[in-house]
């Protein structure tokens, strides 16, 4: 996977509670079975007409917003437990989602494929829309290391949790194979010093 240090990017406000996986990717699209080209139908139903036209009231389709970081509401990625919601959101180029609230399974989604879940308190998260509304330019910070994220145009600033194992992971670029391949020196000992335990046993 890609690290994941500190990231400095515009954002893309999306002010809406429970947005569930099926509107994230709907299920009609999830036949694929590799990552790539879920970007295309992120939000499908919100973001195109029937006959494929754009919606030019939706966020997406708007030029004044772009950046590597989504910025949602409350309860974001609730619903089903599709993996696919992840990999729609890093494909279409997203790398972190800031809401004050995730879904267990979708955070955990997210963390497991690359793409950062920033949960942060309700005051913060409006007060980053009030950024945005303010300047479609406005930057954020995220910086996992430190674990806090940062608005520069109003200075506000706020830590957040993540897991130490999945923060390491993100941090190196490892998934859940790539961190066992990382140890397999130590886990190759440990069988060595097991077997001789279980020698010396009998």
Same mark, same amino acid.
């Given at each position: 996977?890609? *690290? +994941?240090?500190?990231?400095?990017?515009?954002?893309?406000?999306?002010?809406?509670?429970?947005?569930?996986? &099926?509107?994230?990717?709907?299920?009609?699209?999830?036949?694929?079975?590799?990552?790539?080209?879920?970007?295309? !139908?992120?939000? %499908? /139903?919100?973001?195109?007409?029937? /006959?494929?036209?754009?919606? @030019?009231?939706?966020?997406?389709?708007?030029?004044? =917003?772009? #950046?590597?970081?989504?910025?949602?509401? %409350?309860?974001?990625?609730?619903?089903?437990?599709?993996?696919?919601?992840?990999?729609?959101? =890093? &494909?279409?180029?997203? %790398?972190?989602?800031?809401?004050?609230? +995730?879904? &267990?399974?979708?955070?955990?989604? @997210?963390?497991? !494929?690359?793409? $950062?879940?920033?949960?942060?308190?309700?005051?913060?998260?409006?007060?980053? +829309?009030? @950024?945005?509304?303010? &300047?479609?330019?406005?930057?954020?910070?995220?910086?996992?290391?430190?674990?806090?994220?940062?608005?520069?145009?109003? #200075?506000?600033?706020?830590?957040?949790?993540?897991?130490? =194992?999945? *923060?390491?992971? $993100?941090? !190196?670029?490892?998934?859940?194979?790539?961190?066992?391949?990382?140890?397999?020196?130590?886990?190759? @000992? =440990?069988?060595?010093? %097991?077997?001789?335990?279980?020698?010396?046993?009998?």
């Amino acid at each position: 996977m890609e *690290k +994941f240090t500190t990231l400095h990017s515009t954002a893309v406000p999306l002010p809406i509670e429970e947005v569930d996986t &099926d509107q994230i990717i709907p299920a009609r699209f999830l036949k694929a079975t590799t990552r790539e080209g879920f970007g295309d !139908n992120l939000f %499908r /139903d919100w973001r195109y007409e029937n /006959d494929g036209r754009p919606k @030019a009231d939706f966020v997406l389709n708007n030029p004044l =917003y772009s #950046g590597k970081i989504l910025v949602a509401g %409350r309860n974001f990625g609730c619903g089903s437990s599709r993996e696919h919601a992840a990999w729609a959101l =890093y &494909d279409y180029g997203f %790398r972190a989602v800031v809401s004050s609230f +995730f879904a &267990d399974i979708f955070r955990a989604n @997210a963390l497991n !494929n690359g793409l $950062l879940p920033v949960q942060v308190s309700q005051e913060l998260l409006h007060g980053i +829309f009030t @950024a945005i509304e303010a &300047d479609p330019q406005a930057a954020l910070t995220i910086d996992l290391e430190a674990q806090r994220i940062h608005i520069a145009a109003s #200075g506000l600033s706020e830590g957040f949790e993540i897991d130490t =194992y999945k *923060k390491h992971c $993100l941090l !190196n670029g490892l998934d859940d194979i790539d961190f066992l391949l990382s140890i397999q020196d130590q886990i190759e @000992a =440990y069988e060595q010093s %097991r077997r001789q335990q279980l020698t010396a046993a009998q």
